[in-house]
C-alpha cells in the first residue's frame, strides 16, 4: 500500500510538474505578444477644448469624447470612495487581481451559468488602456499579466486617477469631470452622495442605467452602490439612507454654445482654431481659449441688430406661417415635433386655434417630452389685433402684396407662428412675430488692439449659420471713400480743396458710364469736407482720377479693405467686394492715428498643461515683469506697429466724418454724447446699406442687405437702415462710460475757413468751420476748382483702358 501510494504520489507529482511547465509556457508565450505598459507614463487621453469670454465665462465646449482630466489629488475622497465600493473594494490591499473575488465570481458562474466578472480596478485599466475588449480566457489571462506588472511599476493612485479618468459613463462623457458637469452640470467637489453613487454605477453598463430610458434600473443600482459605500465605512447609515430617497435629479448639460448670443462669435473661433492647429487638436486636444469677446457688447449687439432686420422685415408684410398643421385633434404632438429658433428665446412657437376680427386665440409648444396624450390640457394665449398690425399688409408667396382689415384674414386654425411676449400698461400681450429674410451683420472693435468686442452675424444663427460678418463678400458702397480722402489728404490735397461736382461720363472699351449722385444733381465745386459729408460720386471719382487710382489702391490694400485691388474708377465708389470684419479693420486705423492692426477674436490659446501656445498681444515692456519698484522709471510699452497713415491724416478724415454725423448723410440718425465719425455707404439699387463709425476708443460696422443681393427698396440706404442700428448698438454700449474726444496730434493747425469755398474765412462771415491742417499747410490764397479744366473745355469724357470695363459695367458703387 505504501509503495502503490508513493507510486500515484510520484506520478501527480509528474504530472503536476507537466501542467506547471505548460502554464508557464503558455504564460511565457502569451507574455511575449504583452503590450507595453509603460505608454501609460505617457498617457493623454482625449481632452474638450473649452472656450471663454473675455470675461471668463464658459462659451463653449467641443470634443468627441467629453472629458476633462482631473489628478487624482483633486477628486474629492467621496468620489473615490464611490468607485471603489462599486467596483473594488479592496483595491489598495491586492496586487492587481483580487484572490477572493475572483474565487467569488468563479462560483457564481458554475452555480448559476452566468458570466459573472471579477476584474479589479487594476485590470480595467490594463483593458482599456492595452487590450481590447473581446470576452475571451486568453484576454482575462493577458489583462491579469499585465495587471501584476502595471502594479509593480505604478502607484495605487496613479491607477485610480488612470481608471477615473478613462472610463466612458454614456451621453458621450468619459472621465469622472466630465460625467459630473454632462450629467448633473457641476463639478465633482459639488456632487452630493446620491449623485456621486449614481455617477459610480454606470460604468459597468451606461445604457442599461440610462436616467430617462431606465431610471427604476438607475435608481436600483446606485442605491445598491450607497449601501455598499455604506457598508464599508465611508457614509454613515442616517446618510445613506437619505441618499437612497433622492431622486436621481439628472439634468443633461447642453453642448454648443453655453454664452447668450455668442453662436457665430465661437462659430467663427472653431474654424479659426481647426485652420490653425488642425481638427484633432481642436476636439482632442484640451485647448483652453480665451477669446475677446465682451458677453455685454454681443447681447447689445445681437439686440440692435435684430430690431434693425425686423423694423425692415415687418414694414414689408406678413409673408404666412411657418407651417400648417392640423388643429382638430392633439395639436401638441405636431406642434412639438417642429423646431423653433432656439437662440430667439424671446419668442415662442404657437398654433392658431381659431381666428376672429379682432383676436386669435392660439396654443403654445411643448417640449416634446412632455407632449402627451389626447385631451391633455395645453398652455393657450391670445394675440390681440392691435398687436399684429403690421401683418394687416400681406406679402404670401406667389400672390401680389395687398392690405386686409381683420385678424382673421392673416391668420387660419393650423397656421404655426411665432409669438413674443411683452408687458403693456401692467397687462402681459402676446405680438406676432416672424423670422426676416433680410440679413446683416455687425462688428465691434477695440481700435488700439484690434480685438472684436462683439460680432453678429445674421438675424439667427439657428436659422442660418453663414456669418455675414465674416463670410459674406459685399460692396461697401460709399463707405469705402473715407479711403479715397485718405490717400489724398496724405499725398498734398487738404480738406479744404475744392473739386469740380458735375457730371462726367467715362468711355471703356466702348462703353460710356456715366456715374451719378444718389437722387440726381450736383453742387459745382465743394470742397473735400462737403464732398465727404454729402457723399458725392462725382467729386470723389474726379479725385480719384485727379490723383490716380493705383494710389487708391495702394492705400486700399494697406487698410486691408482689399488684397488686389483693380485700379479703375469704378473701384473708388466701392465697387468691389470685402466683408464686414475688413471694413471695421479699416476704420479702426482712422480711429487709432494710422496704427495697423491686426483683428483678432483669440485673445491667449493655452494647451492641457497650462502652457500658452498663442496670445495676439505682440507689444513689449521689458519692464514690466519688475517686481518691485526701485525708483526705476515707469514701463513703456513698446509698439511696433506699422504706422500705414499719417496721424494728422488720420484725425483730418476723422474730423471730415464728423461732419457726416452732424450734418451730413448720417444727421439726425445717429446721436450720441461724445464726439462720433462714421460714413454711410449704399449701393446700386440700394442692395447693400453700410454705417461704420466710432467715437475715441470703439468701432463698429453694420451691414444690412439680402443674402441674394437684391434691390431693398427705394429710400433703404445705409443712413435709413444701418446707421440707427449702430446709434442703438452704441448708446448702449457707452452708457455710463466717460465721453472723451478724438486725438489731436501736437502741430495740427486749427483755422477757420469758408465751408463752401475752402479759403480763409473773413472774421464775422457766415458758413465758416474750423478746419484742421498739417503744418506747412493752409486754405488757398487763390480760389482754384480741381476738375475744371476739363469741364469747361468741353472735355467732359475721360477714355480709360478697356481692362477696367468689367469693373466700369458691373460695379455698383456708393450712392449715399
Not at 379 to 406: Q, S
Not at 539 to 547: C, E, G, H, N
Not at 560 to 585: F, I
Not at 720 to 743: H, I, K, S, W, Y
Request: charged content about 25%; proline content about 5%.
Amino acid at each position: 500500500m505504501i509503495r502503490l501510494i508513493g507510486y500515484f504520489f510520484g506520478i501527480g507529482a509528474v504530472l503536476f510538474l507537466i501542467v506547471a511547465a505548460g502554464v508557464a509556457w503558455y504564460i511565457g508565450d502569451i507574455s511575449k505578444d504583452l503590450p507595453d505598459y509603460e505608454v501609460l507614463n505617457s498617457y493623454e487621453p482625449p481632452v474638450t477644448t473649452r472656450m471663454h469670454a473675455a470675461s471668463g465665462e464658459l462659451m463653449a465646449e467641443y470634443a468627441h469624447e467629453r472629458r476633462l482630466f482631473l489628478p487624482i489629488q483633486a477628486i474629492p475622497d467621496r468620489v473615490k470612495a464611490a468607485f471603489l465600493s462599486a467596483e473594488d473594494k479592496n483595491f489598495y490591499s491586492h496586487p492587481g487581481v483580487d484572490p477572493v473575488g475572483l474565487a467569488r465570481a468563479v462560483v457564481n458562474n458554475i452555480r448559476t451559468g452566468a458570466r459573472q466578472g471579477a476584474s479589479t480596478i487594476t485590470q480595467q485599466v490594463a483593458k482599456n488602456f492595452l487590450l481590447t475588449s473581446d470576452q475571451t480566457y486568453e484576454r482575462k489571462i493577458k489583462e491579469a499579466i499585465l495587471s501584476f506588472r502595471i502594479e509593480q511599476a505604478y502607484s495605487k493612485d496613479r491607477i485610480l486617477e488612470l481608471y477615473l479618468n478613462e472610463i466612458f459613463f454614456g451621453l458621450n462623457a468619459y472621465g469622472i469631470a466630465g460625467a459630473a458637469l454632462t450629467y448633473f452640470n457641476k463639478s465633482v467637489n459639488e456632487l452630493t452622495i446620491a449623485e456621486t453613487a449614481y455617477l459610480a454605477a454606470l460604468p459597468k453598463a451606461p445604457s442599461n442605467y440610462h436616467p430617462f430610458r431606465h431610471p427604476d434600473r438607475a435608481v436600483e443600482r446606485r442605491n445598491w452602490v450607497i449601501d455598499r459605500m455604506v457598508e464599508n465605512g465611508y457614509v454613515s447609515a442616517a446618510d445613506g439612507a437619505d441618499a437612497k430617497k433622492q431622486p436621481l435629479g439628472v439634468t443633461p448639460r447642453k453642448t454648443g454654445s453655453y454664452l447668450f448670443a455668442s453662436e457665430f462669435f465661437a462659430e467663427e473661433v472653431r474654424r479659426e482654431l481647426i485652420s490653425r492647429y488642425g481638427n484633432d487638436a481642436l476636439y482632442e486636444g484640451g485647448l483652453s481659449v480665451r477669446t475677446t469677446l465682451d458677453p455685454r457688447l454681443q447681447a447689445f449687439a445681437r439686440k440692435a441688430l435684430q430690431k434693425g432686420l425686423m423694423s425692415y422685415d415687418e414694414r414689408r408684410g406678413f409673408r404666412g406661417p411657418v407651417k400648417k398643421i392640423d388643429v382638430s385633434g392633439d395639436w401638441g404632438k405636431a406642434l412639438s415635433e417642429i423646431d423653433p429658433l432656439r437662440d430667439v428665446p424671446e419668442w415662442e412657437l404657437a398654433v392658431v386655434l381659431s381666428a376672429a376680427e379682432d383676436k386669435v386665440e392660439i396654443g403654445f409648444r411643448p417640449e416634446p417630452e412632455v407632449s402627451g396624450a389626447v385631451g391633455e390640457e395645453r398652455l393657450t394665449g391670445t394675440i390681440l389685433a392691435e398687436d399684429m398690425k403690421w401683418a394687416y399688409r400681406l406679402n404670401l408667396p406667389d400672390e401680389k402684396a395687398r392690405n386686409v382689415k381683420t385678424a382673421a384674414e392673416v391668420l387660419n386654425p393650423g397656421d404655426v407662428v411665432y409669438v413674443e411676449p411683452f408687458e403693456k400698461e401692467g397687462v402681459q400681450h402676446l405680438r406676432l412675430r416672424q423670422p426676416p429674410k433680410i440679413q446683416g451683420a455687425l462688428v465691434a472693435m477695440d481700435p488700439h488692439t484690434g480685438r472684436v468686442l462683439a460680432m453678429v452675424g445674421g438675424f439667427s444663427f439657428a436659422q442660418s449659420e453663414f456669418n455675414r460678418a465674416t463670410q459674406a463678400q459685399r460692396q461697401p458702397g460709399s463707405a469705402f471713400k473715407p479711403f479715397v480722402y485718405a490717400a489724398a489728404l496724405d499725398n498734398g490735397y487738404t480738406p479744404a480743396s475744392v473739386i469740380l461736382d458735375a457730371p462726367i461720363e467715362i468711355v471703356s472699351g466702348g462703353e460710356i458710364w456715366k456715374p451719378k449722385n444718389y437722387g440726381g444733381g450736383s453742387a459745382g465745386p465743394s470742397t473735400l469736407r462737403l464732398g465727404i459729408e454729402r457723399s458725392r460720386n462725382l467729386m470723389t471719382v474726379r479725385l480719384a482720377k485727379d490723383m490716380g487710382m493705383n494710389l487708391v489702391a495702394e492705400y486700399a490694400e494697406r487698410f486691408g479693405v482689399y488684397d488686389d485691388m483693380l485700379p479703375v474708377l469704378a473701384m473708388s465708389l466701392g465697387s468691389g467686394e470685402t466683408t464686414v470684419m475688413r471694413m471695421v479693420s479699416a476704420y479702426s486705423v482712422l480711429a487709432n492715428g494710422g496704427k495697423q492692426i491686426k483683428p483678432s477674436l483669440i485673445d491667449r490659446i493655452q494647451d492641457r498643461y497650462g502652457k500658452t501656445i498663442f496670445k495676439h498681444e505682440e507689444r513689449t515692456c521689458d519692464a514690466c515683469v519688475a517686481s518691485a519698484w526701485l525708483t526705476q522709471e515707469e514701463p513703456e510699452v513698446v509698439d511696433t506697429r506699422e504706422q500705414v497713415l499719417d496721424p494728422m491724416t488720420a484725425y483730418q478724415i476723422t474730423s471730415m466724418m464728423e461732419g457726416v454725423v452732424t450734418r451730413g448723410t448720417a444727421a439726425s440718425k445717429v446721436n450720441l454724447d461724445r464726439p462720433t465719425a462714421g460714413k454711410t455707404g449704399t449701393t446700386n439699387e440700394e442692395k447693400d446699406a453700410w454705417f461704420i463709425g466710432y467715437t475715441a476708443d470703439l468701432v463698429a460696422g453694420v451691414f444690412i442687405g439680402f443674402d441674394n443681393p437684391t434691390p431693398m427698396g427705394r429710400g433703404s440706404t445705409g443712413g435709413a437702415l444701418a446707421a440707427p442700428v449702430f446709434n442703438e448698438f452704441m448708446q448702449a454700449a457707452l452708457e455710463g462710460t466717460r465721453p472723451a474726444d478724438f486725438r489731436v496730434p501736437e502741430g495740427m493747425k486749427l483755422i477757420a475757413i469758408n465751408r463752401k469755398t475752402g479759403m480763409q474765412a473773413f472774421e464775422g462771415e457766415a458758413d465758416v468751420i474750423m478746419e484742421a491742417f498739417k503744418p506747412g499747410t493752409g486754405p488757398s490764397d487763390v480760389y482754384s476748382v480741381i476738375g475744371l479744366e476739363d469741364y469747361a473745355t468741353g472735355e467732359a469724357i475721360t477714355t480709360i483702358s478697356p481692362q477696367a470695363n468689367q469693373a466700369v459695367t458691373t460695379g455698383s458703387g456708393g450712392l449715399y
